[in-house]
């Protein structure tokens, strides 16, 4: 059974930094891609970054150049470095696996940009 457990979320203050942290239970060179959504208050889950098994990564447009996805295949981790944090940064962030026969979401950990 695939397990992702994100850590890592907090309280900052705008322009600050977090990294947020996903364990998988299993190897997660077995998934084709990896991302991070967020989820704001009231609002629908919004993809912020994916990462390929072949190494890929592309952001969306209001993350580009502050946020970094990126994987440990020998910890099974996946990561998020956030720089430059806005209060709009404000979320539930989730880590998402996708592979051929399914995809697995963990719980989400909370971040709180304050302005």
């Known amino acids: 059974q695939v397990q992702l457990v994100e850590s890592g979320g907090g309280l900052v203050q705008a322009g600050g930094s977090l990294r947020l942290s996903c364990a998988a239970s299993?190897?997660?060179?077995?998934?084709?891609?990896m991302d991070w959504y967020r989820q704001p208050p009231g609002k629908q889950r919004e993809l912020d970054a994916t990462?390929?098994?072949?190494?890929?990564?592309t952001y969306t447009d209001s993350v580009k150049d502050r946020f970094t996805i990126s994987r440990d295949n020998a910890k099974n981790m996946l990561y998020l470095q956030m720089n430059s944090l806005k209060p709009e940064d404000t979320a539930v962030y989730y880590c998402?696996?996708?592979?051929?026969?399914?995809?697995?979401w963990g719980q989400g950990t909370q971040v709180t940009v304050s302005s």
């Open positions: 990462t390929t098994s072949g190494d890929s990564t």
């Open positions: 299993v190897s997660i060179s077995r998934f084709n891609r």
């Open positions: 998402n696996a996708w592979e051929w026969v399914g995809t697995y």
